[in-house]
């Protein structure tokens, strides 16, 4: 006899967190030895002229991540928000809203991005937190943390003075685990190829990932983001 099925459709229930660093050293300029990136022209947002400038920083490959990002969770239907961080000392914590998560994608949103610019240091722990404290009035049964960045914590006075790496290294791993008990999964992605080497206290258990082609970044993040939302 014949045999008939029914595909069943996957309800998502997905709601994630993206942070941007947005430090001074996202200013820095990418290695010009490297190949290109090819660009998707199918994606015509208006801000696209600042990532297809001949000499890119990191920012800017931080800005074309998050078209690409855009276009990739739009089309999962997945609730997610986009902000970006800096610091300067204790006083001047920035966390820049890009796009809100449960808020509709609009040009508005789109114009926002190109706001993303370097400002000043690495305070990674207060914006954890405060990202955290967002993704936990979700309902969402999956929630997401993705943190990138291009360097490790660090900020004026982030510690007992501006040379002390381990107090802001230590506040940015509590920040973590404060996420991951209130049953949030943190992802940190670094683009810094030292990034081994204080990524494995800063993490402890949690994801972490070490590109080595900075121009990879744009590609990468969407498909780790597609690889960990399943």
Not at 2 to 21: E, N, S
Not at 133 to 151: H, N, Q, R, Y
Not at 166 to 183: G, Q
Not at 194 to 213: K, P, Q, S
């Amino acid at each position: 006899g014949k045999v008939y099925w029914k595909k069943k459709k996957i309800q998502r229930d997905v709601a994630v967190a993206f942070l941007l660093d947005m430090s001074g050293s996202t200013a820095d300029l990418i290695d010009k030895s490297r190949t290109p990136m090819e660009y998707d022209e199918s994606i015509k947002y208006n801000f696209m002229k600042f990532v297809m400038q001949p000499r890119r920083r990191i920012i800017d490959l931080e800005k074309e991540s998050v078209v690409l990002l855009m276009h990739a969770i739009d089309t999962l239907g997945d609730n997610y928000g986009i902000y970006g961080f800096s610091g300067h000392g204790r006083s001047k914590v920035q966390f820049l809203v890009i796009k809100e998560l449960n808020e509709i994608l609009t040009e508005k949103i789109k114009r926002r991005v190109d706001m993303i610019a370097p400002i000043h240091g690495t305070r990674m722990g207060p914006a954890i937190r405060h990202a955290t404290t967002k993704l936990d009035a979700c309902g969402s049964s999956l929630k997401l943390l993705f943190l990138v960045s291009d360097g490790y914590p660090q900020d004026s006075l982030y510690g007992y003075d501006d040379d002390d790496k381990e107090y802001a290294i230590h506040d940015t791993k509590m920040a973590l685990l404060e996420a991951s008990k209130k049953n949030i999964t943190p992802f940190c992605l670094t683009v810094d190829s030292a990034g081994n080497d204080y990524l494995r206290t800063m993490c402890n258990d949690i994801g972490y990932e070490v590109l080595d082609n900075i121009e990879m970044l744009p590609h990468r993040l969407p498909m780790l983001y597609r690889k960990l939302s399943v």
